[in-house]
């Protein structure tokens, strides 16, 4: 909310929840005038634009409404349950002639958007190997919110919850990817019905390979790391240690200084993993106001948003087949 409110030119006109009295707590903590108990009404009060904050089950409907009253629109991630979800959204927005962005906020980390510049410049060449590895941890009190932890309500675990960003990182560096095998397993948190382990081979249309290694199983968490690497060796990587703070801790660059960091210390609290996170979400909202101004498309659209999903629904897709499951070409 702050980083909306920070920005020249705009204001938070209205909220909405679907317990009206929240709706209205919120509005009244942040100085917003109007507060309503349905999205439909926030949709015809004259906003240009919305955010959707909701559990990963809400944000087909959202979208889609927002679509049909023209207001542009910035989902969290994930963009959907699954991507025929997704793909309708994407369509709904292009008929609507309407903006549609998706926050993945870790590719503003400057660490994160290094990789992608030496990339861009020749520094670093294609990848032809890459991998993220995470090892997190959420405890039961964290499952013990009603919609996590639940398939039909969130579509999966630590791949589609957690991991998304990463993999979202990954597939920015190295390209579409084609193929996957992959294996997911509840192993640490009984009272859950979606994935706490999971583990993928990511094939890439470029002809490179990726691992993916995660789970929500680590007391405390170890932290994330993506990298990628080129034909001649050179490596580089971004970290995240503690959750929520990115840093480059490896680049072999020719030429240029190494990079390295080190951590040790316990988990964050998710408020102190988000406050870390929020100044690099400014950013992605920032960009977002200035595509609706600019006429633009955002920084993270819909279709770069259904990527990274295509590869985590192959990983489950893999494992309840134990096939290796073929994505569709780029078009």
């Not at 549609?100 to 410049?121: T, Y």
């Not at 294609?126 to 959420?138: E, F, K, M, S």
């Not at 199983?217 to 490596?235: C, E, K, N, Y």
Request: with cysteine.
């Amino acid at each position: 909310m702050a980083a909306l409110q920070a920005i020249p030119g705009v204001e938070v006109a209205a909220v909405a929840d679907a317990v009206r009295e929240r709706a209205q707590a919120f509005a009244t903590a942040h100085g917003i005038a109007r507060a309503f108990g349905d999205g439909a009404e926030l949709l015809s009060c004259g906003v240009d634009a919305v955010t959707i904050c909701t559990p990963h089950a809400a944000h087909e409907g959202a979208v889609l409404a927002a679509a049909r009253h023209g207001v542009h629109v910035l989902c969290e991630k994930p963009v959907a349950l699954d991507v025929a979800q997704a793909h309708r959204m994407i369509a709904a927005a292009d008929a609507a002639g309407i903006r549609f962005g998706v926050i993945f906020q870790r590719r503003f980390w400057p660490a994160a958007a290094r990789i992608r510049a030496a990339l861009d410049d020749g520094r670093l060449g294609a990848p032809i190997c890459g991998g993220v590895l995470a090892r997190l941890n959420r405890d039961a009190d964290y499952y013990a919110e009603p919609w996590r932890g639940s398939r039909d309500a969130e579509g999966g675990g630590v791949l589609i919850t957690q991991v998304i960003h990463h993999i979202d990182l990954l597939q920015w560096y190295m390209g579409p990817a084609r193929r996957v095998t992959g294996h997911c397993a509840t192993l640490a948190h009984p009272g859950i019905d979606v994935e706490d382990t999971a583990g993928a081979l990511i094939e890439f249309g470029s002809g490179a390979v990726a691992t993916v290694q995660a789970g929500t199983t680590f007391r405390p968490g170890l932290g994330i790391q993506v990298w990628v690497a080129d034909a001649r060796g050179r490596t580089a990587g971004v970290a995240e240690l503690p959750e929520g703070v990115g840093f480059t801790d490896v680049w072999t660059v020719t030429g240029e200084e190494e990079f390295t960091g080190r951590y040790r210390g316990a988990d964050l609290p998710l408020a102190a993993i988000h406050d870390h996170l929020a100044p690099f979400h400014a950013r992605q909202i920032e960009d977002f106001v200035a595509a609706v101004r600019e006429d633009r498309d955002p920084a993270v659209t819909g279709r770069d948003a259904v990527r990274s999903l295509e590869i985590v629904e192959a990983v489950y897709a893999s494992a309840r087949t134990g096939a290796t499951v073929l994505l569709p070409a780029p078009g």
